[in-house]
């Protein structure tokens, strides 16, 4: 066992505090007295003013490490997990079920009204949606319904959460869409080829012979005739299983760590930057134009020139039913969110304006007489499940790991917010394989990728959502579209469907208003969430989030390379001490130096921290010495020519003055290690060449405030010599003590570094 002694004071120093300690204390006394016969008291003083001038000798016992075999403990967590017995493959299975778990403790009669209902009002928001963000991924309708259905059952059975609605999410679909379009572009199928809406009764095999561009592809592996919206989702759903696979993966692994590296800023701003490129790719839908769909880098920019380019060729019909339909959705938006207290469930807007504009579309043959675009037949039932195939899983692989990554810490987030919210736990590995499941099962029913979405969770709580049961009751109502309402969609006008999409984006497009809050708040996070935003926008999603993950982890080396730095001074009749510049009234310390530095100190903020020091103090030791060795040659060459003056006209005696610079005005330096967390090699070196730097000056260095992590550094990187036989008088627990220490005693004894 080790005992670090922590020494504030000599025997004669503390004998000195004692002697003051009872002057003060029958002062008080006194004070109290006549403040009592004259009935008037004042504030109370408080016990440290009394106590703060007492230093005392104590020993800080470290407790002796426990020594941990760590063979031992891989053996037994092996054993432990290798071992099957009923019980624990019962927990696994519960575990690995959560429903099995809450399920048979549901309160029926208290619960299921409200699941009914959340359940009832996000299935009538589901369908218009999904419909909507088909255009968004680049496929047909009938693919965002099966995607809203089968993620709905999956996370019922595997969620931990009992609120976030999973299902078809809008900047996921823009990334699944992106890579649908890139991959057609690949594969030789023209983007702007929209086939004419089939006629018939809406059946799957009409659907089938109604795609007549057909190529006979040798694609990646596929050797088939398999027209564009073939080939269009089997990219979808291989790039759907690959993501789904990473997030797996990253559960086995608990890798959930990786979250936290996308801040709130990264996030948001990746969010705005998305939405904008949302707007854009619907603008041509709104008017009715036809233009080429921009890939790559810059498609922000692309698609606005051929938007102003082909402004001329608009659909007056489109533009008329897009101005409708947009003033419709955003004034029930605004009521909604202003009487939202007194309505029992949300306005279903989007319901309402999809029927009525299915209606006019259809009896005002919109698309035969004005030529605008309308959805097409959506055909009922379920297509046969397919594998995805493998060789187009190689050509998205890199393309799925941001797309898992996106999708995972946007479910785990609203997940722990809606679970702190009401006060129940969620389990972050076991929504990792949820939402991994909700993208690897599916994707065998021609669906793509999914997550969790904001508004529709929302949605849930403020209409009574207790459990997931919801979500089951929001598929029924899609499965009841998919076997028999899904062909009353065909007049439906894709203008309509983009006005949906647009005014859904109105939350993270109103992150332009938080701006200057957020600036006041902290001006790097600020400049975080632009940089994300700006990059996410006018380059693309993917490589935005990288430049926001990396630019934000940027911001974070370049605040510890240049911290903040400060010198400081005593507050008034205490033991404490504050920063000269931030704070009035604070006294000096004669003849010691109290320096903080506020970042852990390595290798990158090395020269920073001596910089800083040396500015603050104004005495670069280094300098001084050379000065000093300069000086001391010059007044030996004048001795050697038997003159007994020096340069200054001074008699040998008085050169021993001379060599003590006027500009020193301390003897002591102080370092607050407080908000020093770590050090590397290069850190203990700079504090060991400071030390010895001025020592040759005469001048003692103390280190105040060090936590056991740094002190174990210092003594592994051997700054209190060998045999710590100097830590007592270079290692003080407080900075007052370290401050004592300095003013009572003198200047330290030589200790080797």
Not at 427 to 432: C, D, L, W, Y
Not at 433 to 445: D, K, L, Q, R, Y
Not at 551 to 559: D, H, K, N, Q
Request: aromatic content about 10%.
């Amino acid at each position: 066992m080790q005992i670090e002694r922590w020494l504030a004071e000599d025997f004669h120093s503390f004998q000195r505090a004692k002697t003051e300690l009872v002057h003060s204390r029958q002062k008080v006394t006194q004070e109290h007295i006549n403040e009592v016969s004259t009935g008037k008291m004042e504030r109370p003083l408080e016990a440290t003013r009394m106590e703060n001038n007492i230093s005392s000798c104590f020993l800080m016992e470290r407790k002796t490490p426990v020594k941990i075999n760590r063979k031992e403990i891989m053996v037994a967590k092996l054993r432990k997990t290798c071992s099957c017995t009923p019980q624990k493959l019962k927990n696994f299975l519960m575990d690995f079920f959560p429903v099995l778990r809450w399920l048979p403790k549901y309160q029926c009669k208290e619960y299921i009204w409200g699941d009914i209902m959340s359940g009832l009002v996000i299935g009538i928001i589901l369908v218009p949606q999904a419909i909507a963000y088909s255009l968004l991924a680049g496929l047909k309708p009938i693919y965002s319904l099966y995607t809203s259905f089968f993620a709905n059952i999956i996370y019922f059975l595997m969620g931990t959460s009992r609120h976030v609605s999973v299902g078809i999410f809008s900047l996921i679909s823009l990334m699944v869409g992106q890579v649908v379009d890139r991959e057609l572009l690949l594969a030789g199928f023209d983007l702007n080829d929209d086939a004419p809406p089939a006629s018939g009764d809406g059946s799957l095999q009409n659907d089938n012979l109604s795609n007549t561009t057909a190529f006979n592809l040798t694609i990646a592996g596929i050797n088939a005739d398999c027209g564009k919206e073939c080939y269009a989702i089997g990219i979808a759903t291989a790039l759907t299983f690959m993501a789904g696979v990473y997030q797996v993966l990253m559960g086995i692994f608990r890798l959930g760590f990786i979250s936290m590296y996308l801040s709130e800023s990264v996030l948001d701003g990746f969010a705005t930057g998305a939405s904008l490129t949302i707007l854009t790719a619907q603008v041509k839908y709104l008017i009715g134009i036809k233009i080429p769909r921009s890939q790559g880098h810059g498609m922000l920019v692309i698609t606005w020139i051929n938007i102003f380019r082909n402004i001329s060729q608009a659909n007056l019909c489109d533009v008329i039913t897009s101005a409708i339909c947009i003033v419709v959705l955003v004034t029930a938006k605004e009521i909604g969110d202003r009487y939202k207290h007194k309505l029992k469930f949300p306005l279903p807007t989007e319901l309402v304006v999809i029927v009525v504009a299915t209606l006019v579309s259809h009896y005002g043959k919109l698309n035969e007489v004005y030529a605008s675009s309308v959805s097409g037949a959506i055909p009922t039932g379920f297509i046969p499940p397919k594998v995805p195939q493998f060789n187009l899983m190689l050509r998205v692989a890199l393309d799925a790991l941001p797309l898992a990554i996106v999708s995972f810490v946007f479910t785990v987030s609203l997940s722990e917010m809606f679970a702190k919210k009401y006060a129940y736990t969620i389990r972050a590995n076991q929504e990792m394989f949820a939402v991994g499941f909700c993208n690897i099962i599916p994707s065998f029913f021609h669906s793509f990728a999914t997550s969790a979405a904001l508004a529709k969770t929302l949605v849930k709580t403020s209409t009574g959502c207790q459990t997931q049961i919801s979500g089951v009751i929001s598929a029924m109502v899609v499965l009841l579209v998919l076997l028999f309402l899904a062909p009353l969609f065909y007049s439906l006008q894709k203008c309509v469907l983009a006005c949906i999409i647009i005014v859904s984006l109105r939350g993270a497009l109103r992150k332009f208003q938080d701006v200057p809050a957020r600036y006041c708040v902290n001006k790097v996070d600020t400049l975080v969430w632009v940089v994300t935003m700006s990059a996410s926008a006018l380059v693309s999603t993917e490589i935005g989030l990288l430049v926001g993950i990396v630019f934000s982890m940027l911001c974070i080396i370049v605040r510890t390379q240049r911290p903040r730095t400060a010198l400081l001074g005593q507050i008034q009749d205490t033991s404490f001490y504050e920063d000269d510049l931030e704070y009035e009234n604070l006294s000096t310390v004669p003849k010691v130096k109290i320096f903080r530095f506020e970042a852990p100190l390595y290798y990158a903020n090395r020269n920073y921290f001596l910089k800083s020091l040396y500015r603050l103090t104004n005495l670069d030791p280094n300098l001084e010495a050379a000065r000093r060795k300069k000086y001391e040659k010059k007044e030996k060459q004048h001795l050697k020519k038997g003159n007994h003056k020096t340069a200054n006209g001074l008699g040998i005696g008085e050169t021993t003055l001379q060599l003590v610079p006027k500009q020193i005005d301390f003897q002591a330096l102080v370092v607050d290690c407080s908000s020093i967390s770590f050090l590397d090699t290069t850190g203990v070196n700079t504090l060991k060449e400071i030390l010895k730097d001025y020592k040759n000056l005469n001048i003692s260095v103390l280190l105040a405030c060090c936590n056991p992590s740094v002190i174990d550094s210092l003594k592994r990187g051997g700054y209190f010599g060998k045999d710590f036989g100097c830590m007592q008088e270079m290692l003080f627990y407080s900075i007052h003590n370290a401050v004592l220490f300095a003013k009572d005693q003198k200047l330290p004894a030589d200790c080797s570094v």
